[in-house]
């Protein structure tokens, strides 16, 4: 296996995000060669990385930060890969079955939000993963999903911090679930889960609870309509105060249920009468609870929840605008990041990412950027699902302060210059310094945390040290590039105390 490696290539601006429980901060895609993107949210930026390892997601994928956002394990649903890249203790051999040993050198495929991870309620260095297993229907010898829920415990104390799988595919449903979608909100203390799945082609729903001890129990509730499975289901989703709980289908509209996060019940069901053509896409809510987001892979919607008429309320955001890289950079599934911006995927495994950078606002002001984020590699159809981890706690859903205008770019340095600033923090001058003279003549430019250029500074050939002057700027977080004939040698952030 070739050792890991990393290289920050993009940098894109933000600030500080203020939450802990950081368990959403890096998302990671792969399936292409050895290569995968890591999108990471951490402190003060948002970069994405590029990291070689060979593991190959497809469709299932999930993965899971400590409290303070690094990485602590990632999986397709066949292995479990630790922070190192490298399977897990005992990480081996998810999803057991004739699929696992057919799919898994390219991914599992056992559906959109077939995989999760929660933090243990009793426990902080244990982690839950649950996941369904594909079979073969032996009557229609078609793959279907939903043959096996299972649960698996990670305690991350063993192998020196890099953890252990201590529990492993242990089923835990008591009927035929429906395909794909996974649902988790925090009970309403904030210390247990509640999980939620449909029940194949029925008006049931299996939902468990994760006690603040770690016991599984489940019951079945019968509510609304019955669901055929055939039906071309988009996204179920959860709003992030985990009061609603939406299943949106292409064919038969959007159903809408409240959840109790007391009781773990569903109740008052309400139906928007809604179709789209082509028959995939996705669903979202935004962080305020208010705007409901339903695409096809062409179109995409904005429904206002606390409109009288809230099927009258659609607005049409978006329409696919034609890019490719290299097949249709189509809308497809949503995920809620912690930056409070809504991300989407497309359905041909395109190696970017679509971006709403203000689902809160109404109508167009929602600013919704197609393929605004670039990747590494094709992120493989795939989304890891996060639920609103920080939900019932001291801290925010999401962080709505941090802000990241993923159109700023910055290429990767083009030499191997070793450089350096002092002091960072600054009380106003700071000095960039280079083991190596500049062997042509160039400019520093000077950002703010919003991308906007604010200075350019001219240098000679053969200078070694640059003054950055921050005297006439507030206190703050600024970037910086050093150009020369050769292009951009060096980006670097500094600080203004």
Not at 74 to 91: K, Q, V, W
Request: proline share 4%; glycine share 8%; charged share 20%.
């Amino acid at each position: 296996m070739r050792k890991p490696f990393v290289i920050l290539i993009i940098i894109i601006i933000g600030v500080e995000l203020r939450a802990q429980l950081q368990y959403d901060n890096q998302w990671i895609f792969s399936f292409e060669d050895d290569t995968t993107s890591i999108l990471d949210f951490r402190n003060d930026s948002l970069v994405i990385q590029k990291v070689f390892q060979d593991l190959k997601i497809s469709v299932s994928n999930a993965c899971i930060s400590d409290t303070e956002g690094n990485l602590l394990f990632y999986t397709n649903g066949c292995e479990i890969r630790d922070a190192s890249f490298t399977l897990m203790d005992n990480g081996g051999g998810l999803n057991p079955g004739d699929i696992n040993e057919d799919q898994c050198q390219w991914g599992y495929t056992a559906g959109h939000q077939s995989i999760l991870a929660l933090p243990s309620a009793s426990n902080n260095k244990n982690y839950h993963l649950f996941h369904k297993r594909i079979v073969i229907d032996t009557n229609t010898e078609i793959i279907i999903v939903n043959d096996t829920l299972f649960h698996t415990i990670i305690d991350m104390n063993l192998n020196n911090g890099l953890g252990s799988v201590v529990q492993k595919n242990q089923p835990i449903n008591s009927t035929r679930l429906s395909n794909s979608y996974l649902n988790a909100v925090r009970e309403n203390s904030g210390t247990g889960w509640w999980i939620i799945s449909g029940i194949y082609n029925s008006n049931e729903y299996e939902i468990y609870f994760i006690d603040d001890n770690d016991q599984i129990t489940s019951k079945i509730q019968s509510i609304g309509i019955v669901i055929d499975e055939t039906d071309d289901i988009l996204q179920t989703i959860i709003s992030p105060q985990g009061d609603l709980y939406i299943r949106a289908f292409a064919d038969r509209g959007i159903f809408l249920y409240d959840f109790d996060r007391v009781l773990g019940e569903l109740s008052n069901p309400r139906h928007i009468d809604f179709t789209i053509e082509p028959k995939f896409g996705g669903a979202a809510v935004s962080p305020n609870g208010r705007f409901l987001y339903v695409n096809s892979l062409l179109e995409l919607w904005q429904f206002d929840l606390e409109a009288e008429d809230i099927e009258d309320s659609k607005v049409l955001i978006a329409t696919y605008d034609g890019h490719a890289s290299p097949f249709a950079s189509t809308f497809f599934q949503a995920q809620l990041g912690p930056d409070c911006k809504l991300y989407y995927n497309s359905n041909n495994g395109e190696d970017v990412l679509h971006v709403m950078h203000n689902p809160n606002a109404k109508g167009l002001a929602c600013n919704f950027e197609q393929h605004g984020i670039q990747l590494h590699t094709s992120h493989g159809i795939s989304l890891p699902y996060f639920p609103s981890y920080r939900l019932g706690t001291e801290y925010p859903v999401c962080d709505t302060t941090r802000l990241i205008p993923t159109s700023t770019y910055f290429p990767p340095p083009s030499n191997d210059q070793v450089w350096a600033v002092a002091p960072n923090p600054t009380g106003g001058i700071s000095f960039v310094s280079s083991n190596k003279p500049m062997t042509s003549e160039g400019e520093l430019r000077l950002y703010d945390r919003s991308g906007r250029l604010l200075f350019t500074k001219d240098f000679g050939k053969g200078l070694k040290a640059l003054e950055i002057n921050l005297h006439a700027y507030p206190s703050g977080i600024y970037f910086y590039q050093v150009i020369g004939g050769e292009g951009i040698l060096h980006v670097e952030r500094i600080v203004r105390r």
